[in-house]
T-cell receptor, first 113, second 117 residues
Framework: SQQGEEDPQALSIQEGENATMNCSYK?????LQWYRQNSGRGLVHLIL?????REKHSGRLRVTLDTSKKSSSLLITASRAADTASYFC?????????????FGQGTELSVKP | NAGVTQTPKFRVLKTGQSMTLLCAQD?????MYWYRQDPGMGLRLIHY???????AKGEVPDGYNVSRLKKQNFLLGLESAAPSQTSVYFC????????????????FGPGTRLTVT
């Protein structure tokens, strides 16, 4: 698997249900970021969680990070049709004064009204 | 604030033609990036810049050139377009931090859809 691999690739749920997306990675990271992309638009940053953090919340979003398992999850509670989008995790590795930010291939979420 | 803007939104080129994509940001960010997004490949970094007058290669730089003459603008050039460069191109910017990438969130433009026939 590559760095920052999302699971599942596609998810279809009903409005009001919770949506959980997972991201796994291979090497140690400095932080992990989640982005949303609506069809035909640019990516929008959702949450950044640092390697020394285990959980972060933002509105209906909850992100967890388990560095021992090299995985993160994004939970969207009480989903809405407007949450329909692709969701990407991006893993950040910092070394010396440089670094890398690698995006996964994304999870396509469809929320049916 | 407009954030990050890109022009043009769409473009069709014939093989061998050249063009320049313009990215502008009004957030006074030091760092700017050009990505391409292809189905099943995620986002791949083409070139980036850590400040006015500086540029560096990313993951897939071949066939592209960039310039950052002004802090707010980052130009991506295709010298001789090829069908393999058909893609959606995104520009992004971020604050400067301890590392070139990832210290802070990136702000993306709306994208340019390029087709090379």
């Amino acid at each position: 698997s590559q760095q920052g691999e999302e699971d599942p690739q596609a998810l279809s749920i009903q409005e009001g249900e919770n949506a959980t997306m997972n991201c796994s990675y291979k090497t140690s990271i400095n932080n992990l970021q989640w982005y949303r992309q609506n069809s035909g638009r640019g990516l929008v940053h959702l949450i950044l969680i640092r390697s020394n953090e285990r959980e972060k919340h933002s509105g209906r979003l909850r992100v967890t990070l388990d560095t021992s398992k090299k995985s993160s999850s994004l939970l969207i509670t009480a989903s809405r049709a407007a949450d329909t989008a692709s969701y990407f995790c991006a893993t950040c590795m910092i070394y010396n004064q440089g670094g890398k930010l690698i995006f996964g291939q994304g999870t396509e979420l469809s929320v049916k009204p | 604030n407009a954030g990050v803007t890109q022009t043009p939104k769409f473009r069709v080129l014939k093989t061998g033609q050249s063009m320049t994509l313009l990215c502008a940001q009004d957030m006074n960010h030091e760092y700017m990036y050009w990505y391409r997004q292809d189905p099943g490949m995620g986002l791949r970094l083409i070139h980036y810049s850590v400040g006015e007058g500086t540029t560096a290669k990313g993951e897939v730089p071949d066939g592209y050139n960039v310039s950052r003459l002004k802090k707010q603008n980052f130009l991506l050039g295709l010298e001789s377009a090829a069908p393999s460069q058909t893609s959606v191109y995104f520009c992004a910017s971020s604050r400067s931090g301890r590392a070139t990438f990832g210290s802070y969130e990136q702000y993306f433009g709306p994208g340019t859809r390029l087709t090379v026939t």
